[in-house]
């Protein structure tokens, strides 16, 4: 008998769950699970948008080093550039103006008017003709957030060596270039800026004033 209700005793203490234990416990790894799929979902659906504004940064800053290498060999900024628009004399690979590109790396580069203007969010190159005639534009940068493109040293600011709007009258020597893209990291915009000094423009004048 003492054997017998130890026993019984052992299978009261070892209850197991009550049935409103059991739905509580199913809801609640429901709940659980869907709120994970959530969040998976989300992470997938967001990941193409993600990797695509990852490209644009990265195709910006290709964008950004070709137009500053081509100002680094600018010889001249025409008059009334703006921050969305501006016409540059530089030394270019071509065998003319407008013409095709040189075959021969030790054929001298010729000097063409290039043109870079913004509008909406894409900026153009045009490269004009010895004649002034547009021969073909192509694509300088695409999906910017801004047509404030550019900037110039010597400027309109109170600090002439601020880069901002080109002062009237006086040639820059320096150009500036701020390129506005859609953030990989979150909302908003992110800048990507580089910029160069004539290079030719300040050899030109070194010459001129050593003669």
Same mark, same amino acid.
Request: some cysteine; hydrophobic content about 40%; charged content about 20%.
């Given at each position: 008998?003492?054997?017998?209700?130890?026993?019984?005793?052992?299978?009261?203490?070892?209850?197991?769950?009550?049935?409103?234990?059991?739905?509580?416990?199913?809801?609640?790894?429901?709940?659980?699970?869907?709120?994970?799929?959530?969040?998976?979902?989300?992470?997938?659906?967001?990941?193409?948008?993600?990797?695509?504004?990852?490209?644009?940064?990265?195709?910006?800053?290709?964008? %950004?080093?070709?137009? !500053? @290498?081509? /100002?680094?060999? *600018?010889?001249?900024?025409?008059?009334? &550039?703006? $921050?969305?628009? #501006?016409? %540059?004399?530089?030394? !270019? @690979?071509? /065998?003319?103006? *407008?013409?095709?590109?040189?075959?021969? &790396?030790? $054929?001298?580069? #010729?000097?063409?008017?290039?043109?870079?203007?913004?509008?909406?969010?894409?900026?153009?190159?045009?490269?004009?003709?010895? $004649?002034?005639?547009?021969?073909?534009?192509?694509?300088?940068?695409?999906?910017?957030?801004?047509?404030?493109?550019?900037?110039?040293?010597?400027?309109?600011?109170?600090?002439?060596?601020?880069?901002?709007?080109?002062?009237?009258?006086?040639?820059?020597?320096?150009?500036?270039?701020?390129?506005?893209?859609?953030?990989?990291?979150?909302?908003?915009?992110?800048?990507?800026?580089?910029?160069?000094?004539?290079?030719?423009?300040?050899?030109?004048?070194?010459?001129?004033?050593?003669?």
């Amino acid at each position: 008998m003492k054997r017998l209700s130890r026993a019984r005793s052992m299978v009261r203490d070892e209850s197991g769950m009550t049935l409103i234990e059991m739905l509580v416990a199913a809801m609640m790894s429901v709940i659980i699970v869907a709120a994970s799929c959530a969040m998976l979902i989300n992470s997938v659906r967001d990941q193409p948008v993600l990797s695509k504004k990852a490209q644009n940064v990265t195709t910006a800053r290709y964008q %950004l080093e070709r137009i !500053v @290498r081509e /100002v680094r060999n *600018g010889v001249q900024v025409e008059p009334s &550039p703006t $921050a969305s628009s #501006v016409t %540059l004399v530089a030394r !270019v @690979r071509r /065998v003319a103006c *407008g013409g095709a590109a040189q075959t021969d &790396p030790s $054929a001298e580069p #010729v000097q063409c008017k290039i043109v870079y203007s913004c509008s909406g969010s894409t900026c153009t190159r045009t490269e004009l003709t010895s $004649a002034g005639t547009p021969a073909g534009s192509s694509i300088a940068a695409s999906g910017i957030g801004s047509t404030e493109v550019f900037c110039f040293v010597p400027s309109a600011n109170e600090d002439p060596t601020e880069c901002g709007d080109a002062e009237e009258g006086v040639p820059p020597t320096y150009i500036g270039v701020n390129l506005e893209v859609p953030s990989p990291e979150g909302p908003g915009l992110l800048t990507i800026s580089d910029g160069a000094t004539l290079r030719s423009a300040a050899l030109n004048e070194a010459f001129g004033a050593s003669s």
